[in-house]
């Protein structure tokens, strides 16, 4: 059973930066797809980063290339978006989210990710 586990939420100012940090447990996921995704209140879920636990390849937002950094530990089974640089528009609950994939594929569709966390709100003050 995969368990994932986000924390790092908070509350931050305009500017500010805060970590999250994604607990993955009940697999070995080498072959995973990790991705982060938001929601906004009223708004549909969007990702915001994914990447390839194997190989390390990332995929980033448009919103939030720059930014946004997304990492993984290997010996932690645990992965990060390092969120810099904080708009008010990043307000959110922010999911971590994994899929088994076949070798270097990385996966963007929400649709395709099997396991999810809870979620780990975000809030940026202007």
């Known amino acids: 059973q995969v368990q994932l586990v986000e924390s790092g939420g908070g509350l931050v100012q305009a500017g500010g930066s805060l970590r999250l940090s994604c607990a993955a447990s009940g697999r070995t996921f080498s072959s995973y797809s990790m991705g982060w995704f938001r929601q906004a209140p009223g708004k549909e879920r969007e990702i915001v980063a994914a990447?390839?636990?194997?190989?390390?390849?990332?995929y980033y937002a448009d919103a939030v290339k720059g930014r946004f950094t997304i990492s993984r530990d290997n010996a932690k089974n645990t992965v990060y978006l390092q969120m810099n640089s904080l708009k008010p528009e990043d307000t959110a609950v922010y999911y971590c989210?994994?899929?088994?994939?076949?070798?270097?594929?990385?996966?963007?569709?929400?649709?395709?990710?099997?396991?999810w966390g809870q979620g780990t709100q975000v809030t940026v003050s202007s």
């Open positions: 990447i390839n636990w194997s190989v390390g390849s990332t």
């Open positions: 989210a994994a899929v088994r994939v076949l070798q270097d594929r990385l996966v963007t569709k929400e649709r395709l990710y099997d396991y």
